[in-house]
């Protein structure tokens, strides 16, 4: 099997490979984000550059460094700015970011990159680096870029088995069932099953408020309960993200 993270290779290596097998290379975004009292700070990255390792097995692909700093924290899908540890990026940072890669990996010769997100808020700032990176290159520009949040490809089918009881819809999923079950079946040495919370989902009024108001996010940082993490679900929903994406990612360079 070829060697599946970038940074591990030579230059010479990496060369040879990307003129030899075209391969598609990953890019996983993160954020650096409290996560509750059981998951640890990087946990939308260390999500994202698993899933990208597997999907890249599949496809014989390569996974590049994880951009690990995320677009700020929101009350509803993050907790928000005020906790301590979360560590986020102004928008036009993070857009300069994917904007580098996007002109950076272009220049190598590649022609296939794909942005495997794990952070909610990133998502805008990402189709904006990538839209001014290939505005950048110009139309003679060989690289197309396809751009994913993780938990899409979940099936309806794996998320009723998952949530027993209703599926409290993605933005509530911070540092519940999903993420945590993914670490337990990733990293389960940086999970604290012992300091998981059990508090009822949050409840947040349809509008936000600037500056943003602490007592909207319960004091934990978790969004809904994450009572009933396995690491079983987490390997099955792993799986299904690999399987998935590695099949999108055949569809979308045709
Ligand atoms: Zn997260
Ligand atoms: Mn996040």
């Known amino acids: 099997m070829n060697p599946i993270w970038m940074n591990q290779l030579s230059?010479?290596?990496?060369?040879?490979?990307?003129?030899?097998?075209?391969p598609t290379v990953f890019l996983p975004i993160?954020?650096?984000?409290?996560?509750?009292?059981?998951?640890?700070?990087?946990?939308?990255?260390?999500l994202s550059a698993a899933v990208a390792f597997d999907t890249a097995r599949l496809v014989d692909g390569l996974v590049a460094p994880t951009l690990s700093y995320g677009y700020k924290s929101q009350p509803k899908c993050g907790g928000g700015q005020h906790f301590c540890g979360t560590t986020s990026?102004?928008?036009?940072?993070?857009?300069?970011?994917?904007?580098?890669?996007?002109?950076?990996?272009?220049?190598?010769?590649?022609?296939?990159?794909?942005?495997?997100?794990?952070?909610?808020?990133?998502q805008w700032f990402l189709i904006e680096g990538i839209d001014l990176g290939l505005r950048d290159l110009g139309a003679d520009c060989k690289l197309k870029v396809m751009r994913l949040e993780y938990w899409d490809f979940l099936t309806e089918a794996t998320l009723a088995d998952v949530?027993?009881?209703?599926?409290?819809?993605?933005?509530?999923?911070?540092?519940?069932?999903?993420e945590t079950s993914m670490m337990l079946h990733y990293h389960p040495n940086l999970?604290?099953?012992?300091?998981?919370?059990?508090?009822?989902?949050?409840?947040?009024?349809p509008y936000d408020v600037y500056p943003t108001k602490k007592n909207w996010v319960p004091l934990s940082g978790v969004l809904s309960s994450a009572k009933g993490s396995t690491a079983e679900k987490g390997a099955v929903m792993a799986k299904e993200l690999a399987t998935r994406m590695a099949a999108a990612v055949a569809d979308a360079f045709i």
């Not at 010479?12 to 075209?22: C, K, T, V």
């Not at 949530?163 to 999903?178: D, K, Q, R, S, W």
């Not at 999970?191 to 009024?205: G, K, N, Q």
């Open 11 to 22: 230059w010479i290596d990496y060369e040879a490979r990307i003129q030899r097998d075209h």
């Open 30 to 46: 993160g954020a650096l984000e409290q996560h509750g009292p059981h998951l640890p700070l990087g946990t939308d990255g260390l």
């Open 191 to 205: 999970v604290r099953t012992d300091l998981i919370p059990d508090e009822p989902p949050a409840d947040f009024p």
């Open 163 to 178: 949530f027993p009881n209703g599926f409290p819809g993605f933005a509530l999923e911070h540092a519940a069932v999903i």
């Open 89 to 122: 990026v102004d928008a036009a940072t993070l857009i300069g970011s994917v904007r580098d890669a996007v002109r950076e990996f272009a220049r190598h010769g590649l022609t296939q990159l794909v942005l495997v997100n794990g952070h909610y808020e990133n």
